[in-house]
């Protein structure tokens, strides 16, 4: 029997006791989300998909991609929420030694400090203007949620570099160019921290007063499509993640599109994730327009 085999039978054993399983606390918080917002999960499909193999004496490592579809009925429509999570599994022999899935990863070598905010003028804010158009933006989150556009470069981690393309897809202004501490921009070669770092697009988002900038709001349901959120996991001040709105549900709260742990239609609030505490700390900005 193939590893790969058994991780499929093993996967369709926790499908199959969805409501009572403990093996995964993730999805555990997943499906009882649905319920909790009046919600209804109407199937969940997935699927494996191994991309990496290790073999020593009797001892085998693999890592696969879980990709789990989930069609739900919410008031009267219904949306598909879809998402790939990377499994981490070892065997002995045949025996399934240990088994874990991480639904988030991050960077490793953040920006911890507010980068600096140049003096801006009337005559740099009005030059700057632009209309966000937030259709486009919208359109082109759920073009590329789950592959990379060719124009611009990807990363493993990889979820500022596509909130800042579907902003930018919006019409939003770059600024701040060869500069990489300065603005937010995506040139030949090079970018911003601001455009890749979940942390230093926080910081710029919260002061930014020419090109791209945003309006701090307290709550998700003030958002719209077209919004982003920024995700602090552990209450540290270090903001991890960073997701991009691209539709509300029906009780007008957000939904998101996100990179690295590819996903699309995803509820905001993340308590689905491997990396969720209950320190959690968001800002939600209204991208001004």
């Known amino acids: 029997m193939s590893h790969t085999y058994q991780l499929q039978v093993y996967w369709e054993r926790i499908m199959d006791r969805l409501f009572e399983q403990e093996d995964h606390h993730w999805l555990r918080k997943k499906v009882d989300g649905i319920e909790e917002r009046g919600q209804r999960l109407q199937r969940l499909t997935f699927n494996i998909h191994p991309y990496h193999r290790v073999a020593f004496e009797n001892q085998t490592h693999i890592q696969y991609l879980l990709t789990l579809s989930l069609l739900i009925k919410s008031g009267r429509k219904n949306f598909l929420e879809e998402g790939h999570y990377h499994g981490d599994a070892r065997f002995i022999g045949d025996e399934l030694l240990d088994h874990k899935v991480r639904t988030e990863m991050f960077e490793g070598n953040q920006i911890s400090k507010p980068l600096p905010m140049d003096f801006t003028t009337d005559q740099d804010r009005e030059l700057s203007r632009f209309t966000y158009n937030r259709r486009e933006a919208v359109r082109y989150a759920d ?147």
């Open 143 to 289: 073009r590329w949620w789950d592959s990379y556009n060719p124009a611009y470069r990807s990363f493993d981690v990889d979820c500022t570099n596509y909130v800042s393309q579907c902003i930018r897809a919006g019409g939003a202004t770059t600024w701040g160019a060869p500069n990489r501490t300065r603005g937010w921009w995506y040139g030949s070669g090079t970018w911003s921290y601001s455009w890749t770092v979940a942390h230093a697009l926080r910081w710029y988002l919260g002061g930014a007063r020419k090109g791209l900038t945003a309006t701090e709001v307290p709550t998700a349901d003030q958002l719209s499509p077209g919004d982003i959120i920024c995700y602090d996991f552990q209450g540290d001040g270090r903001f991890d993640h960073n997701t991009f709105v691209v539709k509300k549900d029906a009780n007008g709260m957000p939904l998101v599109n996100a990179h690295t742990s590819n996903s699309r239609h995803r509820y905001w609030a993340y308590e689905d994730s491997t990396a969720y505490t209950p320190d959690i700390q968001y800002k939600f900005y209204k991208i001004d327009d």
